[in-house]
């Protein structure tokens, strides 16, 4: 596993795939807590959105989720209510910010076990770039059935653009609302996730 965890990969976890069934209990990993927990692999993409889901009828569900050298990026405990573990809380998704190994831990708020089923999913609203010119306007509006993007827990509607560009070309960006109560904001991130 990663350096920062001391645990091996039980299975991979695939964006947009199947969800997994897993068990916590005896002979898992255990955090200091005594708390069992599995850990699995999920490859990502810089800019890649992302929601990871935990539900169990038998444990209060925890999930974590870490990045390649076992840094926690986020946890929950309740954002599906009803001890089920949502990251990011509530709604929305995340965008990874590069691209390779990412660590899903599935855990419980205190020492159980029983059964469970992870899930990574990329919300159909959330998954396409609009391809725009350098030099052209866009007009568009941002809606309630616009994905929703957490920036360090609170969730933003965003529209996501992408555009070519050549080494040493000189861009600027601006975006203008027009209308509503919108205070604009732009990120601008490079292939890697910076």
Known sequence: GPSGIQCNPVGTITVGGSAISGSLGTGDCQFEDGTFFDLYTLTGTAGERVTVSMTSTALD????????????????DDGLGEGNARI?????????????????????????????QVVASRPSECATNTPITPGATVTAALTTSDCRTSLD???????????????????????????GNLDPYLVLRT????
């Open 153 to 179: 827990g609170t969730l933003f509607y965003t529209k996501f653009y992408s555009f070519s560009g050549t080494s040493g070309q000189q861009l600027s960006f601006g975006l203008t609302a027009t209308s």
């Open 191 to 194: 292939p890697s996730g910076t």
């Open 61 to 76: 569900s925890y999930l974590i989720l870490f990045d390649s050298a076992g840094e926690i990026l986020l946890e929950d």
């Open 88 to 116: 990011p809380f509530e709604q929305g998704v995340i965008v990874l910010p590069y691209t390779g190994t990412y660590y899903i831990g599935t855990n419980s708020y205190d020492v159980a076990s029983g059964a469970y």
